[in-house]
């Protein structure tokens, strides 16, 4: 059980998310866009938003700034979330403008909103849950992409329910957040993602 539930923390690592949003969308959107341009952007994404962490993530902990890929101490956590946030920006000027695909750029403004506030609670020493931030996040893009489109993804939004409950399951079983820590860490993921689809239309 153990492993299971720290198998769930590493599959579903907030690192992945946003890919996972990306794909869901070119997997569900009516609009039609050239299978290359799509190719290149979720290339570009896997490697601003994985490849590149883990790499910094590789320095960090050479330099003594992080232990744990789960950045468990609320002190690791200031720097990579502030590179993080710069990332963000990257790809909000670079790979998903909002002259281009605007639904995919909001997502990512709502991705830096919370990715701000999480800098600025491990600044005030509030650890909160990367993980439910991440999943929620995305769990709230997939009901917006749903309600815009009046497409059915009943079985998707079961799945992400079954995840959810998984991913919040094994960080409290392996004493990695309080409830707490995963209540504001779900509210930081859901309010930016509702906010930005003011501007979609």
């Known amino acids: 059980m153990n492993f299971l539930l720290k198998s769930i923390s590493f599959i579903f690592h907030p690192l992945f998310m946003p890919l996972i949003g990306v794909v869901f969308y070119f997997s569900k959107s009516p ?3 050239p299978q290359e341009l799509i190719f290149n952007k ?16 590789f320095l960090l902990k050479t330099l003594g700034k992080a232990q744990s890929i789960y950045l468990k101490d609320v002190k690791e956590r200031s720097l990579p979330l502030a590179i993080n946030c710069g ?4 790809i909000l000027f670079r790979i998903f403008p ?22 600025i609670l491990a600044l005030l020493k509030f650890r909160a849950s ?21 497409i059915n993804i009943n079985g998707t939004i079961a799945l992400m329910f079954i995840i959810t409950g998984a991913i919040a399951t094994s960080r409290i079983h392996l004493k990695a957040h309080s409830n707490l820590e995963l209540i504001v860490g779900c509210f930081i993921g859901i309010i930016p993602q509702i906010i930005v689809i003011n501007y979609w239309f």
């Not at 990332?87 to 990257?90: D, S």
């Not at 990367?130 to 999943?135: D, P």
């Open 98 to 119: 909002n002259h281009q695909i605007i639904e995919l750029h909001f997502f990512f403004v709502a991705i830096l909103m919370s990715t701000i506030t999480c800098f």
């Open 42 to 57: 979720l290339i570009a994404l896997s490697i601003l938003t994985i490849a590149l962490p883990i790499l910094v993530f």
């Open 31 to 33: 609009r039609h866009l």
């Open 87 to 90: 990332i963000l920006i990257i």
């Open 130 to 150: 990367l993980h439910m931030t991440a999943i929620t996040g995305i769990f709230t893009f997939f009901l917006m992409i749903a309600i815009e489109y009046s």
